[in-house]
Antibody, heavy 124, light 108 residues
Framework: QLQLQESGPGLVKASETLSLTCSVS??????????WGWIRQPPGRGLEWIGS?????????NYSPSLRSRVTISIDSSKNQFSLSLTSVTAADTAVYYC??????????????WGQGTMVTVSS | ETVLTQSPATLSLSPGERATLSCRAS??????VAWYQQKPGQAPRLLIY???NRATGIPDRFSGSGSGADFTLTISSLEPEDFAVYYC??????????FGGGTKVEMK
């Protein structure tokens, strides 16, 4: 059974870089045909997509236009993990960060498996 | 960017009642809409994908309908565990993938 788990610091200072890792178990990131993404949710607010990548076939990485200048998603296939880096953080980046699997071609074409989420607070 | 507008913001109903949630897109997204349920302190759970397809393990009291720019999630008879926040999401035009602002279904 596929499972995703986020990890990383719960507190980041303003202007520094937020770094999170999503560890995937029960299935491979690479070659699956699926997309793997990050979504965040500020306290008491709705869901915001950050970015996604595909590491098979037509490999690609896409980011939210509003965050593109500060975001990088990278993959470590050997560890079956992928990571999020968000630079120059401010209080507006305080949120629960989720990693999730989705698809646009194979299987269920939506975010069907989610990590439990990790809360990141940006302090001044 | 395709904006999704959900209505109402809050729906106050009693167990056993029917819930009808709306999601309107700023442009046609064909049938590429999903619905999620989120309870406090939990990750969202996929209910419906591509407008009408129930995800694995989702009870048949949940149903989705619509196409183009107007979509509906219906819960035929509310169970106590169905009181939660519901989000729609589109995948027709991305990036960015976009979510609606959510509808909270609360107990009357």
């Amino acid at each position: 059974q596929l499972q995703l788990q986020e990890s990383g610091p719960g507190l980041v200072k303003a202007s520094e870089t937020l770094s999170l890792t999503c560890s995937v178990s029960g299935g491979a990131i690479s070659g699956s045909g699926h997309l793997w993404g990050w979504i965040r949710q500020p306290p008491g607010r709705g869901l915001e997509w950050i970015g996604s990548f595909r590491d098979s076939g037509r490999k690609s990485t896409n980011y939210s236009p509003s965050l593109r200048s500060r975001v990088t998603i990278s993959i470590d296939s050997s560890k079956n993990q992928f990571s999020l880096s968000l630079t120059s953080v401010t209080a507006a980046d305080t949120a629960v960060y989720y990693c999730a699997r989705h698809s646009d071609t194979v299987g269920i074409t939506a975010f069907d498996i989610w990590g439990q989420g990790t809360m990141v607070t940006v302090s001044s | 960017e395709t904006v999704l507008t959900q209505s109402p913001a809050t729906l106050s109903l009693s167990p056993g009642e029917r819930a009808t949630l709306s999601c309107r897109a700023s442009q046609s997204v064909d049938r590429f809409v999903a619905w999620y349920q989120q309870k406090p302190g939990q990750a969202p759970r996929l209910l419906i994908y591509d407008a009408t397809n129930r995800a694995t393990g989702i009870p048949d009291r949940f149903s989705g309908s619509g196409s183009g720019a107007d979509f509906t999630l219906t819960i035929s008879s509310l169970e106590p565990e169905d009181f939660a926040v519901y989000y729609c999401q589109q995948r027709k035009y991305w990036p960015p993938l976009t979510f609606g602002g959510g509808t909270k279904v609360e107990m009357k």
